[in-house]
């Protein structure tokens, strides 16, 4: 079974703290995302990564920076946390030759104040 | 740019009900497509998807989804819902261009099936 594990279900932050979100995959995937999820938005895509030491920005990038020192772990980076990042982040992996089925983690619910 | 269209972003059925949602995208080219689903205070997990060959596709739970590619639609049906399908539904397209890949999600659509 796939596991992908989220570091925190949820977290309040002050606004202009730094804020790491992490996320760890235990099936070898070298595919590695990192959505938002809004209500009425749906889930956009932040950053993904490929390979160790590679990224990419998805459609909302700013605000951002993602680290993926170790194929297992990709991190999400609030540089300076803002109430407009108030919202359920979700982190998703897969096999490189099947981007086609991402595995979700179970999301975590930041709030910042 | 590429878009997921799910109109639908609230349905109520009652138990036994025949369920339809509909998901459109805009892109013209090769696509593969999902059907995601996520309970109340569960992750996503994937109900379906198609890549190629026949356009009617099985899901686990009873689900099926019909690709038609001149309407650029992947609907999700089912014959008869039940209680325990109350959860948010996502489409989601998957782009492929010369080796590039881009996935595009719908912003959902909440079903709620009422005993």
């Known amino acids: 079974d796939v596991k992908v594990t989220q570091s925190s279900r949820y977290l309040v932050k002050r606004t202009g703290e730094k804020v790491f979100l992490e996320c760890v995959q235990d099936?070898?995937?070298?595919?590695m995302f990192w959505y938002r999820q809004d209500p009425g938005l749906g889930l956009r895509l932040i950053y993904f990564s490929y390979d160790v030491k590679m990224k990419e920005k998805g459609d909302i990038p700013e605000g951002y920076s993602v680290s993926r020192e170790k194929k297992e772990r990709f991190s999400l980076i609030l540089e300076s946390a803002s109430t407009n990042q108030t919202s359920m982040y979700l982190c998703?992996?897969?096999?490189?030759?099947?981007?086609?089925?991402?595995?979700f983690g179970p999301g975590t619910r930041l709030t910042v104040l | 740019a590429q878009s997921v269209s799910q109109h639908n972003h609230h349905v109520i059925l009652s138990e036994a009900a025949s369920l339809e949602l509909g998901c459109n995208y805009s892109?013209?080219?090769?696509?593969?497509l999902f059907w995601y689903v996520q309970y109340p205070g569960q992750h996503l997990q994937l109900l379906l998807k198609y890549f190629s060959g026949d356009p009617l596709v099985k899901g686990i739970k009873g689900f099926e989804a019909e690709f038609i590619k001149s309407k650029f639609s992947f609907n999700l049906r089912k014959p008869s819902v039940q209680w325990s399908d109350t959860a948010e539904y996502f489409c989601?397209?998957?782009?492929?261009?010369?080796?590039?890949?881009?996935?595009?999600f719908g912003t959902g659509t909440k079903l709620q099936v009422i005993p």
């Open positions: 989601a397209v998957i782009l492929l261009s010369g080796g590039y890949q881009k996935v595009t």
């Open positions: 099936m070898d995937h070298e595919n």
């Open positions: 998703a992996s897969s096999f490189v030759e099947d981007i086609n089925e991402q595995f």
């Open positions: 892109y013209g080219g090769t696509v593969n």
